[in-house]
């Protein structure tokens, strides 16, 4: 699978035990399954790189992803 971009704000889920995950400028849900501490931070702004992943989830939020690379961006 190929590397795509995701612009977007990081957010904490309290469902269940809690997740993160980020939101698109478009609405779509990422749960990326290795997602940086650098950018915990509940609405921090950020662009990162990902590949989709076929990972199982018990979260059933979004679509999960595997995190290439990642900047923040000002908001």
């Known amino acids: 699978m190929s590397n795509f971009t995701i612009?977007?704000?990081v957010v904490y889920n309290k469902i269940g035990t809690g997740f993160?995950?980020?939101v698109d400028?478009?609405?779509n849900q990422w749960?990326?399954?290795n997602l940086?501490?650098?950018i915990k931070y509940d609405g921090k702004?950020?662009?990162v790189v990902a590949k989709e992943t076929h990972e199982d989830s018990i979260n059933m939020w979004g679509r999960t992803v595997k995190i290439v690379s990642?900047?923040?961006m000002m908001p």
């Open 7 to 9: 612009k977007g704000k």
């Open 20 to 22: 993160w995950g980020i």
């Open 25 to 27: 400028e478009a609405g």
């Open 31 to 33: 749960e990326p399954v």
């Open 36 to 38: 940086p501490n650098q």
């Open 45 to 47: 702004q950020v662009e």
């Open 70 to 72: 990642f900047s923040t």
